[in-house]
């Protein structure tokens, strides 16, 4: 910790302002100690802001323990609720409402600096799942330590800190802090990363987080020199969103893909988690038919539609009513998702389904919603209807309209992705031609 305050004293100046954010767990209150800490040392401004997520009871009752806290050091305490979601991603809507509140934080205070309280165990495990997921090569990288927006800077001065060095260290500090009890579900990927894998690097180095750290540093570096290659090149092939497809093809593949990987790193900013080396694999193909007018769909309602010689990526505000597609290998999705035939997968939830050719009748086809669908729900005695599924779920009408329903060629509905698996469904231990998967 007396690094990450070294850190901060170096960064953050006489009279700067800046802005925490703090959720209440036990990693943010650190973090808000150390600027409480530079703040008695330094004469800065320091605004805690708080998101309510508003999806555990236990929240309202950490608001009141942040603010007293806030109170109890002389510092300026901003929160807001979450009132309600939208979006078929929970965490993605989360992660897009919180950073904007906290935007409106910094401009009303005219902060210099974000400060959030992402540690060294967040990014090992970030690594990990990009590297199990695909990436880009800056978001194989995880996060880097400071990240510079256009009018302030985050700093994320705890990405050398363990887990367990943050612990201590509130423990020292008698600094009261709340637990998040999702924190250890295993339904979330995040946590399963972080029980079952990252304890076992562990047990190989203690200090494994230094050289995740390192790995972190060395691709941003590598990342950054090929980033300048682009930037000498870009304008010539990549203009107003629009990609010219002739210019790209005479470019080296390794640099044709950084350029495809530096169009989504600019669309979609510092969240890598949205986008796979299968997104950019999607657009090369694109570049490479032979087709004059195609499209696919990528995460978040964009599109990359090409005519002709050139590839437009713009936002689709009117998503398809209706679609019916074929499953081959791998079928990207209007509504931003992906369904893929995989050779095998550990897994048995809803986002994983094993079906048979001795029961169904290839091939399967994925669509949408029809009036009257009915699926043989597994485990369930008798049909139930689609629609009663998705009000179940809770699934906003907009949502409905657009979610995957996956058939096979009689029409017959097998898998209903990510929500219910149908009585066509086969266990590990059990014959079946197919593994497709929903993400």
């Not at 998702?337 to 399967?364: A, G, M, Q, T, W």
């Not at 907009?398 to 209903?416: A, C, F, H, K, T």
Request: one cysteine or more.
């Amino acid at each position: 910790m007396k690094n990450a305050f070294i850190f901060l004293q170096n960064k953050i100046k006489y009279g700067d302002s800046i802005v925490v954010a703090v959720s209440g767990g036990p990693d943010s209150m650190a973090l808000l100690h150390l600027a409480v800490k530079l703040k008695e040392k330094t004469d800065i401004e320091v605004i805690c802001a708080h998101v309510n997520h508003n999806v555990r009871k236990e929240s309202f009752q950490e608001k009141i323990m942040v603010e007293n806290y806030c109170d109890d050091h002389n510092i300026l305490f901003e929160s807001m609720v979450i009132e309600d979601y939208g979006d078929d991603n929970f965490h993605n809507e989360a992660r897009t409402k919180r950073y904007s509140y906290f935007h409106q934080i910094i401009k009303k205070y005219n902060a210099s600096y974000l400060l959030t309280a992402h540690h060294a165990d967040d990014l090992m495990e970030t690594i990990l799942m990009r590297i199990v997921r695909g990436s880009t090569l800056r978001g194989y990288s995880g996060f880097s330590k400071e990240l510079h927006m256009d009018d302030y800077t985050i700093l994320r001065p705890l990405i050398e800190v363990s887990k367990e060095e943050i612990q201590n260290y509130n423990k020292e500090n008698n600094i009261e802090y709340a637990i998040d009890q999702s924190n250890f579900k295993d339904v979330y990927t995040r946590n399963r990363f972080r029980k079952y894998i990252v304890p076992e690097l562990r047990k190989e180095d203690p200090n494994v987080h230094k050289k995740f750290y390192k790995f972190s540093k060395i691709l941003l570096q590598y990342n950054n020199y090929i980033d300048n290659q682009v930037k000498q090149i870009i304008n010539k092939v990549y203009v107003q969103n629009v990609l010219d497809i002739d210019e790209f093809n005479k470019l080296d593949y390794v640099i044709a893909m950084k350029i495809i990987y530096y169009i989504l790193e600019k669309i979609y900013n510092d969240d890598l988690m949205l986008i796979t080396d299968n997104h950019a694999e999607l657009i090369y193909n694109l570049t490479k038919t032979t087709k004059a007018n195609s499209l696919i769909y990528l995460p978040n309602n964009l599109k990359a539609i090409k005519v002709y010689n050139k590839i437009e990526f713009t936002i689709d505000k009117q998503l398809p009513t209706e679609y019916e597609i074929e499953i081959i290998n791998y079928l990207n999705l209007p509504n931003g998702h992906i369904i893929e035939k995989v050779d095998n997968s550990s897994s048995d939830n809803n986002y994983v389904c094993r079906l048979s050719k001795e029961e169904v009748l290839f091939p399967l086809h994925v669509r949408t919603r029809k009036d009257g669908d009915k699926m043989n729900v597994k485990g369930m005695v008798g049909r139930k209807k689609i629609n009663d599924i998705f009000i179940d779920s809770k699934i906003s009408q907009e949502q409905r309209d657009m979610w995957p329903i996956v058939v096979d060629s009689n029409g017959v509905i097998v898998w209903l992705p990510g929500l219910k698996k149908s009585k066509f469904d086969k266990t590990k231990d059990e014959k079946y031609d197919i593994i497709l998967k929903y993400y």
